[in-house]
């Protein structure tokens, strides 16, 4: 059985295509076996709901009478970057204000950063801008303070550089003492553990291989239609066998762009965890086409087969050592309790599953309704060993102060 | 027989008075501390599970009342704010009753207000500032 996008995209125009959920996808395979299946489905839909720190949005807000060239920008109080063109500028996910008090009373509550301004911009919300100008002779303003909403600049763009990875670390604690994390709160002597991955429905581990996204792949991003642009940061997707005969896939990300003005506040929400910081909870759902057989049995794979490895976020990921606890399954973490060192521990998710299924749905019927072509991409993303090893970051004495 | 959980908010005029000794001595109430605190104002908050006679238990309650103490019932102290709450499951691990679990297979996040007991660590790890605290009233009336 073979199947090329172009069929598939006719298919969805003339309102003839089948799409699945990942989710229906599992089922109807173990009900009617990988091959009928394969047959019958040609898209299979996948998301994820969570917080996903490399966010971030360009805005171009429109020029000024008299004109100012932003040399630094705020907006609610929160920087951005502004070290482009004029009136173009770069807000992150997790930009804090400059007079937050970060950690300084431990753990620190980061109530409002760049993720909650990109929600309130989303949501149509009021947004306080204020830039600061050095003057020149074509840009002679030096300082502009108003009030903008997303419909009232030029461009509002979601450009994230690292979203949708494709299966994350459970994170646990064996110190004595409760840490606070990206992870949420980890009690101490293994207490709790937490994952952040939507298991059987997340997007990149439906296609372990990447064998069908690329520069090009039309997404659901934020609640509106989005594209992958670019590998990731940090791309570097593994194939790891375990000792039980399971394999452990993970490392693969995706760089997302969209227009944010298309986008729902359901689906772009500001985080704040606890000691750690602000980011930007972000649903995004990627169309699997099943070109063939082996694409549906990957897309088919349910959570007992889908594994994540437990790391020690207390001493070991601060530390930067690479041990590892253990490996479970995705379908151990749902149930509410793992075994790590012989110690059962109770489980907890931090990326939302009912999300993630309400994005397949939603995808789901945007293909079938006709609305949803797929992106075919230019090139593929770079697959298992297609990449270098990720680098780390190595102290060096630097030139002598002073020196060029 | 009744069994009663309720926040008191004690002025800061009688935080100094041995209020809970009376309430167990005077009538005969069987009570479980179940968090206590005074703030910076000399104010009182405490959370107590309540057991005895139902008379003597209102008997309590307006004793209670006369000193201008505060009762609010504890499953009305802590609300989710369903809108935003997407059902992540950050606030499962940490709650210390399981008033806050998990549905399978749903995985939907419930709150059973009924073992909630008002620690308030959930208002402070939900990254989607989901759950708050209902404002303390002194016209709110106790439970029966």
């Known amino acids: 059985m073979e199947r090329t996008w172009e069929e598939i995209n006719e298919k969805i125009k003339k309102g003839k295509v089948v799409v699945l959920t990942a989710e229906e996808a599992i089922a109807l395979v173990r009900e009617k076996g990988l091959k009928e299946a394969a047959a019958r489905v040609d898209v299979v839909t996948t998301g994820t709901f969570g917080t996903m720190c490399s966010s971030g949005a360009y805005f171009n807000f429109g020029h000024a009478r008299p004109r100012i060239k932003m040399y630094k920008v705020w907006l609610n109080n929160v920087p951005g970057y502004a070290g482009f063109a004029a009136v173009d500028a770069f807000l992150g996910a997790t930009q804090l204000p400059e007079d937050d008090p970060l950690n300084s009373i431990h753990p620190g509550a980061f109530s409002y950063g760049g993720g909650h301004v990109i929600h309130d911009l989303v949501a149509r ?33 979601l450009f994230n550089p690292r979203n949708a990875y494709q299966n994350y670390s459970v994170a646990v604690n064996t110190t004595n003492r409760t840490i606070y994390t990206y992870m949420g709160v980890l009690k101490p002597r293994l207490g709790n553990a937490t994952y952040s991955t939507s298991g059987q429905l997340s997007p990149l581990l439906k296609d372990p291989y990447l064998r069908t996204v690329g520069i090009g792949t039309r997404i659901f991003l934020g609640g509106g239609v989005g594209y992958v642009v670019w590998q990731g940061t940090q791309h570097c997707p593994t194939l790891k ?42 649903g995004l759902g990627l169309p699997i086409p099943i070109l063939n057989e082996e694409i549906m049995y990957w897309a088919s794979r349910g959570d007992e087969e889908l594994y994540a490895p437990v790391i020690d976020y207390g001493e070991d990921y601060p530390q930067g050592n690479s041990r590892v606890l253990g490996y479970v399954t995705y379908a151990q973490l749902k149930s509410g309790i793992i075994k790590i060192e012989g110690k059962e521990i109770p489980t907890a998710p931090l990326s939302s599953y009912p999300r993630a299924r309400e994005i397949a749905l939603t995808l789901k019927d945007w293909i079938t309704s006709g609305r949803f072509l797929l992106g075919k991409p230019v090139e593929l993303l770079p697959s298992i060993g297609e990449t270098p090893p990720l680098k780390g970051l190595q102290e060096k004495a630097g030139e002598e102060e002073g020196e060029k | 027989m009744i069994l009663q959980r309720v926040i008191l908010r004690f002025p800061a005029q009688v935080v100094d008075r041995p209020i809970i000794y009376n309430l167990i001595k005077k009538y005969d109430l069987v ?15 405490m959370v107590l599970e309540i057991q005895g006679d139902p008379t003597q238990y209102a008997r309590g309650l307006e004793y209670l009342q006369s000193l201008g103490v505060s009762i609010q019932p504890l499953s009305q102290a802590v609300f989710r704010d369903e809108e935003a709450c997407t059902h992540c499951g950050a606030c ?53």
Request: hydrophobic content about 40%; some cysteine.
């Open chain 1, 125 to 157: 919300k009021p947004v306080t801008l204020r830039a600061i100008g050095y003057g020149t002779d074509c840009y002679p303003r030096k300082e502009i303070r108003t009030v903008i909403t997303l419909d009232d600049i030029n461009q509002a763009v």
């Open chain 1, 241 to 282: 066998e375990l000792p039980d005969g399971g394999k452990l896939f993970s490392g693969g990300t995706v760089a997302v762009i969209g227009d944010l003005k298309k986008m729902h506040p359901r689906w772009l929400v500001g985080v704040s965890y606890i000691g750690y910081g602000a980011s930007l909870a972000v």
């Open chain 2, 31 to 45: 009570v479980n501390i179940l968090k206590a605190n005074i703030n910076i104002q000399k104010e009182g908050t």
């Open chain 2, 92 to 144: 499962i691990g940490v709650c210390p009753t399981g008033a806050l679990y998990l549905e399978r297979p749903s995985m939907e996040v419930k709150f059973d207000e009924n073992r909630c007991v008002a620690c308030l660590i959930c208002v402070k790890v939900c990254p989607y500032k989901a759950m708050g605290v209902v404002a303390a009233s002194n016209s709110l009336a106790p439970v029966d």
